[in-house]
């Protein structure tokens, strides 16, 4: 079974300034890591993922995640975050094998982005 | 770019009233999912399919039922709307597990049951 730890529910941050939102997992197989993110009144969106490669992953709209497999985290980071960046970011994994059960993606409760201007 | 689609958007209903919510994708997906969530607050999977006449209950224990008669079309029910049901229900659909199990999400349901 694998579970997520997204440690901050919540994170103020300046328009322009540069954030990071951590998320570490637990697991007893190999996974793949997910980042979605929730725009207001409406559903999830991948933002990005890591499927094997190099472990520095990015998205269109700047923002980039690294897989650290020994302290098993996937932070998110922007160096120079908007006012449309506000949403709810969650992540997630996925075990490399099926293991049974829904097989589907394990969602940490998820980080709440605020931009202050 | 993902073609999955919920209706109604937004539900306004009495307590007590039977109520469908639809979910279809075009993408062809095997696997569905139903999460609920309440504003602001963590995905909770209430139900799941792995194809046509294949439901089984998720992580959340729900008054819900769902049924999967056509790969496309992953409908939930509620018998009897209470207030206790009030919250955003969401669909997604996904290829399979592993590098497939990227999950694609309908925009969601939003049902105030009063």
């Known amino acids: 079974a694998q579970s997520v730890t997204q440690l901050d529910s919540q994170v103020p941050v300046f328009e322009e300034a540069p954030v990071e939102l951590r998320c570490n997992y637990s697991?007893?197989?190999?996974?793949?890591l997910f980042w979605y993110v929730q725009y207001p009144n409406q559903g999830l969106q991948l933002l990005l993922k890591y499927l094997s490669g190099s472990t520095l992953v990015e998205s269109i709209n700047g923002f980039e995640a690294e897989f650290n497999k020994s302290q098993t985290s996937f932070h998110l980071r922007k160096p120079s975050v908007h006012i449309s960046d506000t949403a709810e970011y969650f992540c997630a994994v996925s075990p490399m094998y099926s293991g049974g059960g829904a097989d589907g993606l394990t969602f940490g409760k998820g980080t709440h982005l605020i931009i202050q201007p | 770019e993902a073609d999955i689609y919920q209706t109604p958007r937004y539900l306004v209903i009495g307590t007590g009233k039977k109520i469908t919510l639809e979910c279809s994708q075009t993408m062809g997906h095997d696997k569905m999912y139903w999460y609920q969530q309440d504003p602001g607050m963590e995905l909770h999977l209430i139900h799941y399919s792995y194809g046509v006449n294949s439901t089984e209950k998720g992580d959340l224990s729900s008054e819900s039922t769902v049924s999967r008669i056509r790969t496309e079309h992953f409908p939930l029910t509620l018998e009897s709307a209470r207030p206790s049901h009030t919250s955003q229900y969401l669909c997604?659909?996904?290829?399979?597990?592993?590098?497939?199990?990227?999950?694609?999400f309908g925009p969601g349901t939003r049902l105030t049951v009063t």
């Open positions: 997604a659909s996904s290829r399979g597990q592993g590098a497939f199990a990227e999950q694609y």
């Open positions: 697991s007893s197989v190999s996974v793949y």
